[in-house]
């Protein structure tokens, strides 16, 4: 699995958008860009993934490079609520596996 | 709606006792099994996986071992502590085979302090 590289920390004012770059340069034809945070003392929560096009959920917004070299995760209207480590991570076909391994993530302060 | 549960929540015990966390998923069958720890001040690292009943795979060489006595049940256990074994342990699932989405489900944790 290509390896991904985030900022260790960023920081955000209540309300505005969050961006949330990776770079994944090495990722290959077949390789899935998959996000998840980690809210302080509690487990990852999936926040959503792509191939090639730009997706949009509930939660966030996933915009990937046309070369898929690099992606960014959005969050429109950041609330405090939105304070935890934002793990990015790419990841192929795992077999039967499914398992995924996480890197070290950015760490996103929202402030009032 | 399927549901994981883990516990205990939280335990401190002393070094070279045993240890047993547990882990039940709810509402799926044959589901993919992790365990995971998460260091003080670390990234949450990968430490076994199971695929089915009795199929273990472990990550890293280490003081723990886990078993998977039955579909939905994971069980992570040490038999002498370690000072390093502290951290927090989070199990978690995810849909097994060609319909994997990678999306992985996580338990609330189980906090453990190595005294």
């Known amino acids: 699995d290509a390896k991904t590289t985030q900022p260790p920390s960023m920081d955000c004012a209540e309300g505005r958008a969050a961006n949330l770059p990776c770079n994944h340069s090495?990722?290959?034809?077949?390789?899935?860009v998959y996000w998840y945070r980690q809210i302080h003392s509690q487990g990852p929560q999936y926040i959503i993934h792509?191939?090639?096009n730009n997706e949009t959920n509930e939660m966030a917004s996933l915009i990937i490079t046309e070369d898929r070299k690099s992606s960014t995760l959005i969050l429109p209207h950041a609330t405090l609520r939105d304070t935890a480590v934002y793990y990015c991570?790419?990841?192929?076909?795992?077999?039967?596996?499914?398992?995924?391994?996480f890197g070290q993530g950015t760490t996103l302060q929202v402030k009032p | 709606s399927q549901t994981i549960h883990q516990w205990p929540a939280t335990l401190v015990q002393p070094v070279g006792s045993p240890l047993s966390l547990e882990c039940t998923v709810e509402?799926?069958?044959?589901?993919?099994l992790y365990w995971y720890r998460q260091a003080a001040g670390r990234g949450l690292q990968l430490l076994f996986y199971?695929?089915?009943?009795?199929?273990i795979s472990s990550e890293v060489p280490q003081n723990l071992s886990a078993s998977r006595p039955q579909d939905r049940q994971f069980i992570l256990s040490s038999k002498k502590l370690l000072l390093s074994d502290s951290g927090f342990y989070l199990c978690?699932?995810?849909?097994?085979?060609?319909?994997?989405?990678?999306?992985?489900?996580f338990g609330e944790g189980s906090r453990l302090t190595v005294l």
């Open positions: 978690a699932w995810s849909v097994r085979g060609i319909e994997n989405t990678g999306e992985l489900f």
């Open positions: 090495t990722i290959s034809g077949n390789e899935y």
């Open positions: 792509g191939l090639k």
């Open positions: 991570i790419v990841r192929g076909y795992s077999g039967n596996t499914g398992k995924l391994i």
């Open positions: 509402g799926t069958s044959n589901p993919n």
């Open positions: 199971s695929v089915g009943i009795g199929q």
